[in-house]
């Protein structure tokens, strides 16, 4: 049961680690087209 515990918790570790790479990257790709997005409705509200 211990040992399953702790195969569960790395199951665990290992997808979020994944998925916060994964996040990071598509984060880095599209980073400087959601600034522009968030400028320019930022700008069409005033």
Do not use: Y
């Not at 680690?17 to 005033?46: G, P, Q």
Request: aromatic share 4%; with cysteine.
């Amino acid at each position: 049961m211990k040992k399953n515990k702790q195969a569960f918790i790395l199951c665990i570790g290992v997808v979020l680690a994944i998925f916060l790479l994964m996040v990071i990257k598509r984060d880095v790709t599209s980073k400087s087209a959601s600034m522009e997005k968030v400028a320019s409705s930022i700008e069409a509200e005033d």
